[in-house]
């Protein structure tokens, strides 16, 4: 029995995952490269443990991906599951409350970096496949692929997938890597953003001047790249970009109806975060502007002194780091080519403009009538006691978008995360309810979808 099984071994897959959290396997900064490959090493012997053949780091232009497989039956339906080992930065490290590298609970969760992102989700998976294996109850094949660089744009996972389609062959991809309403209210993504992330540099004179002698004759960058971006925003919450919402899908009213049954407070949102209003595009509701449209925000912006005091300058340059989250059907390569247009044009003659796009990423739709999506929604009714909402996500997994085009295969997003693990944030947590729930849901899963499998080719 797969929860005898869970229960019996409960400590131990969370002394594992702790063991698994010590790594920093941070894939921003390259200090951290022996703790990439240490976090990969230990994924492949825990697979190999769970009783997975061939477990095995494939080497790419960047960061190993683990890749292990277990085939019952060749004539069996395939599932693989796909998540990432890197983690993102940890610093500030001042802003935590216990060492990010040292896993720590406190009532009921567990506080490190990458506790849920995405280490605490995809290990959930290794277990429930344990528990799977070790009872003969697997009723499918499986492949397990975890990525290193899905924090950094999966740069080199396009190739990977591309050269080894055959072995990445399957019939439907299952990642938990998103998140739930509530511990009582569960749901399902169905749908992610895309990205495109730019920087741009903003230049001047030829290099940084006294701000009292030029001040007033010679235009400041900084006060340039301000008002171009101030800009890229009208009245309305709008984008101004020209075409940028060209082709993007707008829902029917029937569709929106329907989000909107996912329950949402906005005044515990506005809690929450210490916000005094929300604010976002005119004539739609926070979870719409965080989900369903497109949006542009500055990550980061510097140039001149900002160092302690005061020092009178008028710097030579100015710069920003930029993300569009784009929504079906806006293409990443598209969207930043007509920024990096309207960015060159809006720049006055006394600048030079310099745009460098960064990474970028499909969004995503599922279909929720598929038998997929049903095996999912099982799977939740099973282990939860109620049917999953279907929503649309604010976030980017952008490799899902590329397996439907190299493999043709759709993913499920069967995430258990919430809103307050502090993703990226200092103190990133995760619920031990969540972790456990969801090695109990995932065998389910895979129960529903043979079953739904086995149904469609006997009828
Ligand atoms: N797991 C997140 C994405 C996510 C979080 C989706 C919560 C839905 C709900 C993923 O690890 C992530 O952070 N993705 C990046 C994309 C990227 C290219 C760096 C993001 O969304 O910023
Ligand atoms: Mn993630
Ligand atoms: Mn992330």
């Not at 949006?295 to 002194?305: A, E, Q």
């Not at 247009?341 to 739709?365: D, E, L, N, S, W």
Request: aromatic share 8%; proline share 6%; hydrophobic share 40%.
């Amino acid at each position: 029995m797969i929860t005898a099984y869970l229960e019996q071994h409960k400590e131990r897959f969370l002394a594992e995952l702790f063991e698994l959290l010590r790594i920093p396997s941070v894939s921003a900064d390259s200090k951290f490269k022996g703790d990439i490959r240490q976090a990969a090493e230990f994924i492949r012997e825990k697979l190999a443990a769970a009783g997975l053949d061939k477990a095995e780091l494939c080497e790419t232009a960047g960061n190993p991906v683990v890749y292990a497989e277990k085939i019952v039956d060749e004539s069996l339906p395939t599932v693989l599951v796909y998540g990432h080992y890197d983690v993102q930065p940890a610093d500030p490290y001042e802003l935590w409350n216990t060492p990010p590298f040292e896993p720590t609970v406190i009532n009921e969760r567990i506080y490190a970096r990458g506790a849920c992102d995405d280490k605490g989700q995809f290990y959930m998976h290794i277990k429930a496949l344990e528990a799977m294996l070790a009872g003969n109850d697997l009723p499918c094949n499986v492949k397990v692929m975890i990525e290193g660089e899905e924090e950094v744009g999966s740069d080199h996972l396009g190739t990977f997938v591309a050269d080894n389609r055959d072995k990445l062959k399957a019939d439907v991809i299952l990642i938990s890597d998103t998140s739930i309403i509530a511990n009582d209210v569960p749901s399902i993504e169905a749908g992610l953003r895309g990205l495109s992330y730019v920087e741009v540099e903003v230049t001047g004179p030829n290099r940084d001047l006294h701000s009292g002698v030029y001040g007033g004759g010679v235009q400041n960058p900084v006060n340039v790249l301000c008002q171009m971006i101030a800009s890229l925003h009208d009245e309305q919450g709008r984008i101004t970009i020209p075409g940028f919402y060209d082709a993007v899908v707008e829902l029917s009213a029937e569709e929106r109806a329907d989000l909107a049954k996912a329950p949402f407070d906005e005044e515990e949102y506005k809690r929450d975060l210490a916000l005094k209003a929300v604010a976002g595009e005119e004539g739609y509701t926070t979870p719409e502007r965080t989900s369903i449209r497109p949006t542009l925000d500055v990550n980061g912006i510097w140039g001149g002194y900002t160092g302690e005091g005061a020092k009178t300058v008028l710097p030579a340059k100015a710069s920003a780091k930029i993300s569009m989250r784009l929504v079906p059907n806006q293409e990443p390569d598209a969207i930043t080519e007509l920024f990096s247009k309207h960015f060159t044009t809006i720049a006055p003659p006394t600048v030079t403009v310099k745009v460098t796009p960064h990474h970028g990423g499909q969004p995503y739709v599922t279909p929720t009538d598929s038998l997929e999506f049903e095996a999912a929604r099982l799977a939740f009714r099973e282990a939860w006691g109620k049917d999953p909402i279907p929503t649309r996500g604010g976030g980017s997994i952008p490799i899902v978008a590329l397996f439907e085009q190299e493999l043709g295969v759709k993913s499920i997003l069967m995430g258990f995360g919430l809103d307050i693990d502090a993703l990226h944030s200092p103190n990133e947590s995760y619920g031990l309810f969540n972790f456990y729930k969801g090695i109990e849901t995932i065998p389910y899963f895979y129960k529903h979808y043979a079953q739904l499998k086995k149904a469609t080719v006997e009828a």
